[in-house]
């Protein structure tokens, strides 16, 4: 279950959105009364509430806005039990002042917005002599294994446990709390009013992740990358899950460089199933894997991790996705000679999706060069792939036929950004933008306007995240779901 938080300053518009939860499904909400700038009209906020409410008045030291007199705070918290809320939340310093009277329910609560205690049982033992009806610790995540300590704890607790880390390290442990028995988590009214560090909407939860399906069967999958707050894969491997049925959700994970190891080794420990990578990982996580698929291992870099068995298995579905979307737009995807073959290619990049690439045009008997802005990851590069590398200033497209960026340079929000001029693309050209957020890219609309054919950012990474979701599932993604998903997230922004 999602108890949707709503902190607003008068009384008109906390009722407002309360009803428009409830009409959009939400079974819980969470009164913030601290964020009501006006004396507080408990009667007038729950007399007629539309569904159960947890009441909660929280101090600036505890994340909160309530600045008045203790007593009078304690006083309210009083107020509502007596009038028979269903929960009201009392931080554990006070626990002992506030009485058990009727039916409402006691959250026994704890935050530390600095970081995750080392021992949570202690910490937990405490809250848990309080005599509450659920038990809610909220910390500070500054490592991912921050979030795999605070679910462990809620899944061997005796008493409810709400447990969350906070941040955006700790944004997964929100979402999958109802794998491991937590018997609700906080999301807030919209995304733009997040009442804690990192908290999600409740049109995220429910949209994206479908957290009201979540159980102790849900298979985890997810992404992992530093930062992640950009990533779609969310939005595309959830809506592929739902229209196959499965019980399944794929997570976005935070995981900064220096944690990558720690992180795959709890991975067994989470439950996770497989992984999408990106950056910075795509090559660094080669340490932490005991196989690698022919394409991962040519490559040298890992866009997929599945585990399978006691393995940790790492596959690249970039170069195929990349191939064939070129090949589609020249001819014959798998055609016998390909239709790249003998071509003339100039790639702009050299991190991760460059490698995969170059490989799948080497692979296809294609003349390559290479440039990136920094000339040593070039000439290492071209080195790997027998592929020529040149200054970045001297990137020039007289002899080439095929054009492919790289780069993030276009991506939202520099969207008025392109890697070439304009005057020096062809018709003759086929031209490969990986950006694909916008799809259309400056780059893109150049080419379009001189004839040139084309292949956008969103063909490649529908057809690689099709690939990945073929792989974590055994299935075939169901057809156009992604592609539509992705043009619907990205569409309704304008540039």
């Excluded at 935070?254 to 720690?262: H, I, M, Y």
């Excluded at 589609?328 to 798998?334: D, H, I, P, R, T």
């Excluded at 080439?400 to 070439?420: A, R």
């Amino acid at each position: 279950m999602i108890c949707v938080s709503i902190g607003r300053s008068r009384h008109k518009h906390m009722l407002a959105e309360h009803k428009h939860l409830v009409e959009q499904g939400a079974k819980l909400v969470e009164l913030r009364l601290d964020y009501i700038s006006t004396r507080v009209n408990l009667h007038r906020l729950v007399v007629d509430r539309p569904c159960p409410v947890i009441v909660t008045c929280r101090r600036e030291e505890d994340g909160g806005k309530f600045t008045g007199d203790e007593a009078a705070r304690q006083t309210l918290l009083r107020e509502a039990i007596a009038m028979g809320v269903d929960y009201v939340d009392i931080e554990d310093d006070i626990a002992d002042k506030i009485p058990r009277y009727g039916k409402t329910k006691r959250i026994i609560s704890h935050h530390n917005f600095r970081h995750t205690p080392a021992d949570l049982d202690s910490l937990h033992a405490k809250l848990a002599a309080l005599d509450p009806d659920i038990v809610k610790i909220a910390t500070m995540a500054h490592r991912p294994d921050d979030n795999l300590r605070m679910l462990d704890l809620v899944r061997t607790s005796e008493i409810p446990t709400v447990g969350m880390c906070m941040g955006d390290i700790g944004a997964c442990s929100r979402i999958l709390g109802a794998k491991y028995g937590a018997p609700f988590t906080y999301a807030t009214f919209h995304h733009e009013r997040a009442l804690a560090p990192g908290q999600l909407s409740y049109d995220q939860m429910v949209s994206i992740y479908r957290h009201d399906q979540i159980n102790a069967d849900t298979e985890v999958f997810g992404v992992i990358a530093d930062p992640i707050a950009h990533s779609l894969s969310p939005h595309i491997h959830n809506a592929a899950f739902a229209k196959a049925g499965l019980n399944a959700v794929y997570v976005p994970f935070r995981v900064p460089a220096d944690d990558l190891a720690k992180f795959i080794a709890d991975v067994p420990k989470l439950g996770i199933k497989g992984l999408s990578v990106t950056i910075p990982h795509k090559e660094a996580i080669a340490g932490s894997l005991t196989k690698f698929s022919p394409a991962a291992k040519g490559i040298g870099a890992v866009n997929t991790v599945l585990f399978r068995d006691g393995e940790v298995i790492g596959g690249n579905t970039d170069c195929q996705a990349a191939m064939d979307a070129m090949e589609a737009a020249l001819g014959e995807v798998g055609a016998d000679p390909s239709p790249l073959k003998g071509k003339r290619a100039l790639v702009l990049g050299a991190g991760g999706v460059s490698r995969a690439i170059m490989y799948g045009l080497k692979k296809r008997g294609v003349k390559t060069t290479v440039t990136s802005r920094t000339r040593s990851r070039s000439e290492k590069l071209a080195a790997d792939f027998d592929a020529k590398a040149v200054d970045w200033e001297a990137r020039g497209l007289g002899d080439v036929d095929i054009l492919i960026n790289g780069t993030p340079i276009g991506m939202h929000p520099n969207v008025d950004e392109s890697p070439v001029k304009k005057s020096c693309l062809k018709p003759s050209m086929l031209v490969f933008d990986t950006v694909y957020n916008p799809e259309s890219t400056l780059l893109i609309k150049d080419a379009r306007d001189h004839g040139a054919k084309v292949v956008t950012g969103v063909e490649m990474f529908v057809r690689q995240a099709e690939l990945q979701y073929q792989l974590f599932t055994g299935q075939r993604a169901p057809e156009g779901v992604m592609r539509e998903t992705l043009k619907r997230v990205i569409g309704p922004v304008k540039y």
